[in-house]
């Protein structure tokens, strides 16, 4: 489990890394929280020749407020954002779900950009930022652009961010008051998602006014169940079953060694009605 | 004297803290990984990606020519050969064993099988180098499945002509044991009960702590190998064995070993390599194996299809057992690859008194990684068919799986009991076992619960599995052994000396690798001897310290190992007896031994035995025509095995909407005879309910059709963490055994050898309403799922969903 031999950089600003990423090309890769990449080298599926390391950045770190919108950075670690008020007042599916991620140690390290960067299907913090609608804030030689989330991922492992650009934040709409609820299911509590739904709404009365549901792992990129989130407005508790059911409907999951893609859906209907349940309260 | 009387009245039974955890838990010890000797060399092994492949070229040059790569090797380069992972166990003498070579030149036979070592200044500049090699492979038809092997279509050996290893029976009526078997079945089905079953006994994985790592010193007069094993004595007779170097000349220290669960009770083809380069070189070589390496080459365990008839009376007494079974042992027969499945022989008519019985078992080879002990190794596999056939049995006849049970168990007042396999078990009580488990878990209390959750139709169902088992344990008797042509013997040696300062040495031949002996072992001297725990230092695991032993496996090294170091404990005490009367001036026969002291009959003379050890140390002062020296050493050879048992209750509740199964509470009291250190007691069982927890729900190895091992991380091969565990309620009884002083029994895999049947029976107790009769292991959730939804479809009581038949 030793890498293959590479440079190592560790530039101080954005600008720093952008150059050096230029200069290397195809030939680099950034190191955000390593928690993906370290077990790539290690394991020998990758070889750059350069690791530019975005650790020593302190303008991609930190979470802030930006009129209706909350700013977290992209090296801001999984840690920090369960730490956040802001994030807990204005994101909490976001929170529900990051408190899902692996352990301690691995939420210590990992970082938001990372995980989205990274675009593992499985990994738990695509489906809560697109079910927020958020956007992400991507750097590259010609400044920075805005990509929404719902176009960000591209495919298995496939984002919009650019071979010689970098994630810097992501932004998500505040969802004040929203009741949030993230339903994984897994077999050992030290799994990957084999599918998770993260479920947020806003309810008056007991009804549904809004509702923003994102599935994890029930493709190759984080989903929304837009037909259930619609179906949902002016629902209340008791008629999740029949609407949530259908929340996979239509969706092309993996097959592997914990389930194939019907019972992938099934799952999918199951959870959904358990974290809308939840996030009513 | 202060500090003396603080301590216990005796340490047998304390639980002492295990004195070697903080440099376990801390890793500030000698892990073989640790250790860095002057110059030393470090490999990286060239492995087969194919499960069956011809070598048809490999072009070293590029990697020769590697920064700080020193050389590169092939089988070529030792054409003298490099030793023989031996099989030290063939069940009959027919056995077809393909010949298992460290590194192979012509053709492998599973994947990860190793065909060239790179040797470097450094790991990392050998794994790098290791890329470099270039090997061409020609695929061949592979042969992964044991029904498919005994096909015979794909052979995983050509040359051998089928892959069919060897095949093995106990017959009650040819034995002379019980009746036969055929005749009780004709019964059964003419008018009785006939329990017809397929299960599967999943591969698993070993998945010990420390990985595999071995450093070979050649300089010197002795070659000495540090290795990672649980065998160093049966190691250092292998290389031997199978290299012609001189036994004398091979020095094996097994230093602090991370744990083993079977999977380091091996001689594998690393360690031959390891040993080959660094005599080749003459510097000392080092060969550490990356997790994925040890998921794929640490050898497998399980892996059996088990095809069983159970015939009954309608009242539910059982009147005969036959099982058949078809191991699958991979592409080598292991070190006691064939025995193992064969070891539960003895086992699968368990604590019921079935009036015939006979086992059979098929052995085959295929293109897997090599099959061979895994914690329990061969009771698990038959406690598991049992004890779900024992819950099928009671829902046939339509009572209490613990009725069922009652009805057909050995009394305890007819111990010792000769099985129908014609084992005596020692002693036991499962009536008391059961009684204080009902009770600590709530039986009745979780069956109205469980009425309560059918009756309104909760779609989290609850589910009570049982497991009441007993286990052979204490390998072995040698003549046993010897009756069943396994290569070795089963004794096992200590020997005790007693230091001038009042410290006292002890020298096992068990090799502990986490079992806490050291600790263990302490206590037990310093009651026997009267000398303060903390006095007494354990040595273990090097064959010049040690020189004879037959290390730790078969939870042996107790009821074996600790027999021998009691043994040597009382000649030590007859010796000293004979200095003391002297220094007392005293008749031998007028001194009385207790607490670590001679006294004389009557009077306040005394003499501790610390101050004899010191007397004979400067021996200016003993008896005429008597040596002047204390220690002393033992072998012991026991009778007989003896016979731990327990009872396990398990509540699982589950989704029926999801599949999803979650353990509700766990109580299991064992009857393990007397117990030396309750601490380590509890901790062995906890330990070995998770390993056997996980089989139920969780580890499965898989290769997919070409041979590639799919779990071949932590990722896929689905480990439990403490997370995944509840907290256990754990107690004993007390039947104490009659094969040793001190009444012990093994308790090293009880907890793996119950469990398993335990929590499937809870899982498939929930869904008997639902028509579900079996789920096959794993119980993944979404096997659950499909096991309702199949029944759901047809109509309750039909469904073999998830089931082999
Ligand atoms: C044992 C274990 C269990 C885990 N379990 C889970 C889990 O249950 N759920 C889950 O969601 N995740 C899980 N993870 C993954 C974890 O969330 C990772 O941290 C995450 O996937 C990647 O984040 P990172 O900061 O570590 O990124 P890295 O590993 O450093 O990088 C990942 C990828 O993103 C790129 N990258 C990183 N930052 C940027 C950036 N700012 N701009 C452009 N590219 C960038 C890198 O080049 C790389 O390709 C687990 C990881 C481990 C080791």
Redesign the interface.
Known sequence: ??P??FDYVAPTSVQEALAVLAQAGDDAKVLGGGQSLLPILR??LNAPETVIDLGRIDALRGISEDGDALVIGAMTTYAEVLASDLVRDHALVLHKAVATIADPQIRHRGTVGGALVHADPAGDVGAPVLALGGELVIAGSGGERRVAAADFFEDLFTTAVGDDELLVAVRIPKHTGWGAAYEK?V??????S?VAVAATVRAEGGTITQARIGLTNMGSTPLRATAVEDALVGKGAGDLAAICASAGAGTNPPSD????AD?RR??AG??TRRAVAAALG | MTAVEDRPATEIGTRRLRKEDQRLITGRTRWTDNITLPGMVHLAMVRSPHAHATITGIDTSAAAQAANVIAVYTAADFPEGLGVCANAWPITPEQVTPDHLPMVGDRVACAGEIVAVVVARSAAEAQDAAELVDVDFEELPAVLDAMEAMKDEVLAHPSKGTNKSAFWQLDSAAAGTGGNVEEAIAAARADGILIERSYRQQRLIPAFMEPRSTVVDPTGEQVTMWTSTQIPHILRFLIAATTGMSESKIRVIAPDVGGGFGGKLQTTPEEFITLAVARRLGKPAKYTETRSESLLSGHHGRDQYQKLTLAATKDGTVTGLKVELVANLGAYIAIVGGGVPVLGAWMFNAIYKFPAYQFNCQTVLTNTTWVDAYRGAGRPEATYAIERLMDELAAEVGVDPLTIREKNWIRHDEFPFTSVAGMTYDSGNYEAATARAKELFGYDELRAEQARRRASGDPVQLGIGVSTFTEMCGLAPSRVLGSLSYGAGGWEHASIRMLPTGKVEVVTGTSPHGQGHETAWSQIVADRLGVPFEDVEVLHGDTQIAYKGLDTYGSRSLVVGAEAVVRAADKIIDKAKVFAAHLLEASADDLEWGAGRFHVKGTDKGVGITEVALATFASHNYPEGVEPGIDADATFDPDTFSFPHGTHLCAMEVDTETGQSRMRSYVCVDDIGHIINPLIVEGQVHGGLVQGIAQALWEDAIFDDNGTLVTGSFVDYTLPSAADTISFVTENTTSPSTTNTLGTKGVGEAGTIASTPAVVNAIVDALRPHGVHDIQMPCTPQRVWRALQSARSTHPGSTDEGSLQ
């Open positions: 489990m030793i293959a031999a394991m020998r299911f077999r050992v509590a030290q799994q990957w084999i060694l914990n389930g194939d019972y099934h799952l199951v959870l």
